[in-house]
């Protein structure tokens, strides 16, 4: 199993930024690694995705030019810098990883291991 620990959710006003953090206990080459949120009343929706043998993550279009997604792989650590951040950006943001496929990347049942999530609020 792997456990992943994500940190650095918070409240901001609209334009702010904010860092989160995704810590796993057990790093493997052959692992996607991604980025989700869900809001209230909506449906978890991919942000941002790493896979192996691809150099530039990959980003929902709702996010990119604003996000940005890095990873540490000698901290095991994956880490989402967020900014211009705006109102519809508020919900639970969690991190993912497992075996998934490119053309699953945005699929939630595609990644096995999930962290308990962070809270991400942004006031207008």
């Known amino acids: 199993q792997v456990q992943l620990v994500e940190s650095g959710g918070g409240s901001v006003e609209a334009g702010g930024s904010l860092t989160l953090s995704c810590v796993a206990s057990r790093y493997s080459v052959t692992y996607a690694v991604a980025w989700f949120r869900q809001a209230p009343g909506k449906e978890r929706e991919g942000v941002a995705a790493?896979?192996?043998?691809?150099?530039?993550?990959f980003y929902a279009d709702s996010v990119k030019g604003r996000f940005t997604f890095s990873q540490d792989n000698g901290k095991n650590t994956v880490y989402l810098q967020m900014n211009d951040l705006k109102p519809e950006d508020t919900a639970m943001y969690y991190c993912?990883?497992?075996?998934?496929?490119?053309?699953?990347?945005?699929?939630?049942?595609?990644?096995?291991?999930w962290g308990q999530g962070t809270q991400i609020t942004v006031s207008a």
């Open positions: 790493s896979f192996p043998g691809y150099v530039t993550p």
């Open positions: 993912a990883a497992g075996n998934a496929f490119l053309g699953g990347r945005w699929r939630a049942e595609n990644y096995r291991y």
